[in-house]
C-alpha cells in the first residue's frame, strides 16, 4: 500500500513537472543576439539585465558596462592571437629606462600571454542609472548602449529594421588597420567588438553632459569598481549597491557636503559554468575555470579598464574638478590595479605628443586583492624550474614609474581564500598573509597599518592611531598594506558598514584632504 502511494505521488510530481515546462510562458528574446554572439547558455548571466533591465539594477547613480566573452570572429575582432596594435603598444625600454631589459622583455612576454586567446572581451551593453524625480526620486534605467537588438528595453523589429537602412558610418581606422593586419576580410558582419568602444566614447559624452550642470550639483568623485571571481552579474550589481550604500552612509555621518560620487561599475564572466553548487561536475567547471580567469581580469585591466580610466576619465579629469577613485574586490582588485599601472600601454595617436597618457587614478583600494604583491617587487625571478619556462611578470606596478595615486591594501588572516589560490598558483595575494609576509621582506616600498574600529565621539588619538596628516606623510610611492582582520571574517567579507568605513576615510584623506577626529588606521611600523 505504502510503495503504491509513493508510485503515485513520484508519477503526479513528474507529471507536474513536465507540464509546468511545458506551459512556461517566458521567451528568451535574446536568443538570436545569443546565437550570433556566443553568449547564450550559461554564459547569459553576464547579461542578465539586458533581458531584464527593471528587475534588479543600480541603487545610485551610474552606470554599469557590461563587459562579455566571445570568439574574435563573432565579433569581428581582426586582431587574431594578438593585442589591438591600433589601441595599445607594448612595453618600451624608454617607457623605464632606469630598468633592466630583462624587465621590459618579461612583461612584454605576460602581455602577449594574455591576449593570445581566440577569444576576446569586448563591451556588449551599458547602462545607465539616473534619479526619476517624477517618480519619487527612484532609479531609472536606460540602455547608453545595447549589443543586443531585441533586449528588455524593447526595441522592436521595426525600429531594428530602420536602423539597418541607415547608411554605414565612415569606418573607424582601427577597424581597417587591424583587418589589414589580420589579413581579413573589410566585407565582414557588424564589428561588435569596434561598437564596444565607441560605446566607451558615448559614455565620456554622457558624463560629460552631467558634469556640465551647476556646479554645485556637479559630481566630484567618480568611482570605477569591479568584483572578483565568481559572480554573476546579478550578484555583482547587489555588491555595488552594498559597496556604495555603505559609502555614502559613511559620508553622510562625516557631513561631507562635497562627495557627490557617480558609479562606474563593470561587470565580466568571470567563471565557466552555470550557477548550480549541487552539480559535481559544474563545481568542478568553476574550480578549473581560475587560472583562465585570473588572465580575463588581467586583459580587461589591459584594456577595457585602462582606456575607461586612462584614456577617457583622464580627459574628463584633467576639464574639470575631478577626482578618480577604485575599487576591486579579488580579482576585481586585480583587474584595477592592471589597468591603473598600464596607461603607458595606450597607443593615442589622438595627440600631438607621443608621452603616453598618465595614470588617472588618485586612489586605489584593493579589497583582499587576488594578486601577488610581487609585482611590485624589484628584481623578483620565478625560482627554478618555472623560471626555466617562464620569465614571470617583470615587476609591473614598480611605484617609482611616476603612478600619482594612492593605493591601499587590505589583507587578513582569516581570508582563506586566496591561500587556497596561492597553493594553486604560487602567487602571494596581496589579501592573505602570504602576501603581508612578501610585503615585509620587499621593505620600503610598504608601509603596514592595522584597522582598529574608531569610537565614534572620542577624539583622542592614542600614539600609534593614525590621523589624516600621518597618513597622507607616508607619500604615495608606498603601497598601505591594512591588516583588515577585526573586520574581514572570510574572503567576501566586504560589504558591512565597517568595511564602508575603512573604504571612506580612505577616500576622505587621500582625495579630500580630511579626516574625523578619530581615524581607525593603526600604524604598525611605530
Given at each position: 500500500?505504502?510503495?503504491n ?10 507529471l507536474?513537472a513536465?507540464?509546468a515546462?511545458c ?13 550570433r ?17 527593471y528587475?534588479?539594477?543600480l ?31 607594448e ?41 526619476d524625480i ?21 526595441k ?10 541607415k ?5 573607424d ?8 593586419q589580420?589579413g581579413?576580410?573589410q566585407?565582414?558582419p ?5 561598437k ?46 552594498a559597496?556604495m550604500?555603505?559609502i ?6 562625516a557631513d ?5 560620487p ?10 565557466w559554468?552555470?550557477?548550480?553548487y549541487f552539480n ?7 574550480v578549473v ?15 577595457i ?12 579629469k ?6 578618480i577613485v ?5 580579482l576585481?582588485?586585480r583587474?584595477?590595479?592592471r589597468?591603473m599601472f ?20 588618485d ?6 586583492g587576488a594578486?601577488?604583491?610581487r ?7 620565478l ?10 611578470e ?16 587590505t589583507?587578513?588572516d ?21 602576501g ?35 597618513l ?12 583588515a582582520?577585526?573586520?574581514?571574517n572570510?574572503?567576501n567579507d566586504i ?6 568605513r575603512l573604504?571612506?576615510e580612505?577616500?576622505?584623506v587621500?582625495?579630500m584632504?580630511?579626516?574625523g ?6 600604524d604598525?611600523?611605530?
Amino acid at each position: 500500500m505504502v510503495l503504491n502511494q509513493l508510485t503515485k505521488y513520484v508519477f503526479i510530481s513528474g507529471l507536474s513537472a513536465i507540464l509546468a515546462g511545458c506551459g512556461d510562458p517566458s521567451v528568451n528574446i535574446l536568443q538570436e543576439d545569443e546565437t550570433r554572439l556566443k553568449t547564450g547558455g550559461d554564459l547569459a548571466q553576464y547579461h542578465y539585465l539586458v533581458k531584464e533591465p527593471y528587475s534588479v539594477g543600480l541603487s545610485h547613480e551610474g552606470y554599469i558596462i557590461g563587459i562579455e566573452k566571445s570568439p574574435r570572429a563573432s565579433i569581428g575582432n581582426p586582431y587574431v592571437k594578438s593585442y589591438d596594435t591600433c589601441r595599445f603598444r607594448e612595453w618600451k625600454i624608454k617607457d623605464h629606462p632606469k630598468e633592466s631589459k630583462a624587465h621590459t622583455e618579461a612583461r612584454n612576454d605576460q602581455f602577449d600571454r594574455i591576449n593570445d586567446d581566440d577569444k576576446s572581451m569586448f563591451v556588449s551593453h551599458i547602462l545607465s542609472y539616473d534619479l526619476d524625480i517624477s517618480r519619487g526620486a527612484r532609479f531609472k534605467v536606460s540602455p547608453l548602449y545595447c549589443g543586443y537588438e531585441n533586449s528588455g528595453f524593447a526595441k522592436t523589429k521595426k525600429k531594428i529594421e530602420q536602423a539597418k537602412e541607415k547608411p554605414e558610418q565612415e569606418v573607424d581606422r582601427c577597424v581597417s588597420e587591424g583587418s589589414l593586419q589580420a589579413g581579413g576580410d573589410q566585407d565582414v558582419p557588424t564589428s561588435y567588438y569596434e561598437k564596444g568602444w565607441a560605446a566607451l566614447d558615448k559614455l565620456s559624452g554622457d558624463i560629460r553632459a552631467k558634469l556640465l550642470q551647476a556646479k554645485d550639483e556637479r559630481y566630484t568623485r567618480i568611482i570605477v569598481a569591479a568584483m572578483g571571481w565568481n559572480n554573476n552579474q546579478v550578484e555583482t550589481v547587489r555588491r555595488y549597491n552594498a559597496l556604495m550604500g555603505n559609502i555614502v552612509a559613511q559620508a553622510k555621518k562625516a557631513d561631507a557636503k562635497t562627495f557627490k560620487p557617480l558609479i562606474i561599475g563593470l561587470t565580466w564572466p568571470s567563471v565557466w559554468g552555470g550557477e548550480s553548487y549541487f552539480n559535481i561536475l559544474n563545481s568542478l567547471y568553476h574550480v578549473v575555470s581560475y587560472p583562465n580567469k585570473t588572465a580575463d581580469s588581467d586583459e580587461i585591466g589591459y584594456t577595457i579598464a585602462n582606456i575607461l580610466i586612462n584614456k577617457i576619465l583622464q580627459e574628463l579629469k584633467s576639464e574639470y574638478d575631478l577626482k578618480i577613485v577604485l575599487i576591486g574586490h579579488s580579482l576585481g582588485a586585480r583587474m584595477m590595479s592592471r589597468a591603473m599601472f598600464s596607461a603607458h600601454l595606450i597607443n593615442d595617436t589622438s595627440k600631438e605628443t607621443n608621452d603616453p597618457p598618465k595614470t588617472a587614478a588618485d586612489l586605489f583600494i584593493g579589497l583582499q586583492g587576488a594578486f601577488s604583491v610581487r609585482r611590485f617587487k624589484d628584481d623578483f625571478q620565478l625560482p627554478f624550474p618555472m623560471s626555466f619556462f617562464k620569465k614571470g611578470e617583470g615587476s609591473p606596478y614598480l611605484l617609482k614609474s611616476g603612478n600619482p595615486g594612492q593605493v591601499v591594501l587590505t589583507w587578513a588572516d582569516d581570508d582563506k581564500a586566496n591561500p587556497i589560490a596561492r597553493w594553486i598558483t604560487g602567487a602571494a595575494h596581496a589579501g592573505a598573509k602570504a602576501g603581508y609576509k612578501e610585503s615585509k621582506i620587499i621593505g620600503d616600498k610598504f608601509y603596514q597599518l592595522k584597522w582598529d574600529i574608531p569610537i565614534d565621539g572620542q577624539c583622542e588619538t592614542p600614539r600609534k592611531r593614525m590621523n589624516g596628516k600621518g597618513l597622507t606623510n607616508i607619500g604615495i610611492n608606498r603601497v598601505l598594506m591594512v591588516d583588515a582582520d577585526e573586520i574581514v571574517n572570510d574572503h567576501n567579507d566586504i560589504l558591512d558598514p565597517e568595511m564602508g568605513r575603512l573604504i571612506w576615510e580612505s577616500i576622505s584623506v587621500f582625495t579630500m584632504g580630511s579626516l574625523g577626529c578619530r581615524s581607525g588606521f593603526v600604524d604598525m611600523e611605530r
